[in-house]
């Protein structure tokens, strides 16, 4: 599984409670500082574990919610970040429930993160806390019983974060032949080529298809001779490749495949056509996933998209761009389409999270493959394949 893909389970509650501690005796191994005075843990701590039966998951330790340190304001507010981005919550406290304690189960409720509490310090705090329809779990770092524990996680981790449809297994069957366009060009990594890409060729290997990589350059002399079941390009390079690769073979690209594994296909699929609604000054929020450095002239979310865009729609359009996993604007009901990268460094669960608040607003969604294949004209082309 794709370090990327694994699903994420976060450790939450006060200060010493015993957080840092769990998350030790789950991976077997000092992940996290653990001292006697509060505060210890500042920014999220992860560690990848593998659970049987689930395969690797992704640890999360957070900073205590009742930090009231000097930059205690910050660090609580990274723990809230941190419950937006995990398939699970394990809340751990001692004695009896507060209100900080009481909050939390509050916020994943209404975030809709599955969770169960953990009574950690069994050893010296006697459990007598009984809430109907929450599983809690009596438990000492210092006697560990991790099956019990890890019976638990089992029992609540929704398993679709960690057993996803993949890419093309609905498509291509054992000995087709997929062509894959990789363009080599200013914005390709050095000596490398991206996580997409990456992860088609192993999928397309795991079904026992034929992965054939070439450059755009090299498309048009290749397919004098082979007629591929299927063409996925980078789609950056959807005009060209659109104009070489004859209809009767099926296109589509890297960023489109992503949409379908990660994000919400059919929201995108009828979000896109709102692009042909679009008025001057109107708002479109761009969102990205991962931190890379920016090219001005070539960066794909914020430069080239919002140039399509207008270019197609004759229109002067206001564009904003989120990065990461950062907070959408406070006004986001204000924006008239939101176009989503891939999502390639980031989960489906985080990237649900951010489409479903922007859904609950009314604000359409798209995806950045399928806003390029629109503005080029050729949208019903590269979904054919998929569309139900």
Known sequence: MVKVNRPHIGIFGKMNVGKSSLINALTGQEVSVVAAHPGTTTDPVKKIIEILGIGPVTLVDTAGIDDASALGVQRVRRTNEALDQVDLAILVFTGELDSYDKNLMQL????????FLVHNKSDLHKLDVQITGVDIVDFSCKKPQLPILLDMIKKHLPKSSYSQSVLLDDYVRAGDEVVLVIPIDASAPEGRIILPQVQTIRNLLDIGAVAVCLKDSELSNYLQTHTPKLVVTDSQAFKYVSSVVPPTIPLTSFSILFSRLKGDFEAYLKGTRAIDTLQDGDKVLIMESCSHSVNKCDD???????????KYTGKKLQFTVVANLDALPDDAQTYKLAVQCGGCMVTRTQI???LNILKEKGVALSNYGLTIAYCNGIFDRVTEIFRK
């Open 300 to 310: 794909i979310g914020r430069t080239k998209i919002p140039n399509w865009l207008q």
């Open 108 to 115: 994943c409720s209404a975030r809709k993160v599955p969770f």
């Open 352 to 354: 649900m999270r951010r």
